[in-house]
């Protein structure tokens, strides 16, 4: 009878040991995945914060913050006419824009992020008083959506695609009437 108990009691070790070191591997699984998790968030929350500075020189007017926000080697994609490459190529963006229309004002509608790349919806708005594009001022106001996406890494955007529609914008302004 002996015999039996100590087998039973082994049994039931060896099932204890095995299911603890099962939990041991599962509770070791899940601290992985949180802390993962955790790294992407903060990732996340850092772009999505970060992006905002792009925004913020243009709606403040103020190309330094470009500075804090762009690499070095920034793409802008398309990029204007004549358009430098990097962030000086923005700051004369800027620039133009906020001379154009000097109550310049963008607003963001919405944020998206999916890894290192972020969408953003916006509205740019102003009123025309000087040439814009080589067009003269007719003291009319323009409101247009544009969306961006945005390539991070190390903290700074390196590359941004976007698109504003620009048709709609033009005929508010009056530049296709006679």
């Known amino acids: ?20 070191g099962s939990l041991r591997r599962s509770v070791l699984a899940l601290l992985g995945l949180i802390l993962t998790y955790s790294a992407i968030a903060d990732n996340r929350s850092t772009c999505m ?8 020189a243009f709606d403040k007017h103020d190309p330094t913050l470009l500075d804090e926000i762009l690499s070095d080697t920034w793409e802008d994609i398309p990029a204007a006419p004549g358009q430098l490459p990097g962030p000086e190529g923005a700051k004369r963006i800027l620039e133009e824009l906020t001379t154009s229309l000097p109550d310049f004002r963008i607003t963001i509608k919405e944020i998206l992020q999916d890894s290192n790349k ?11 008083r000087k040439a814009l594009m080589g067009f003269p001022p007719k003291n009319r106001r323009l409101t247009i959506q544009a969306i961006d996406i945005h390539e991070f890494k190390d903290g700074k955007i390196v590359r941004t695609w976007h698109t504003e529609d620009w048709l709609t914008g033009l005929h508010q302004l009056g530049v296709f009437e006679n």
Do not use: K, P
């Open 118 to 128: 972020v969408v953003v919806r916006s509205e740019l708005s102003g009123t025309h």
């Open 49 to 56: 914060t970060d992006v905002t500075l792009w925004y913020e």
């Open 1 to 20: 009878m002996n015999a039996a108990i100590h087998l039973a009691q082994m049994r039931v070790a060896t099932t204890r040991d095995r299911w603890q």
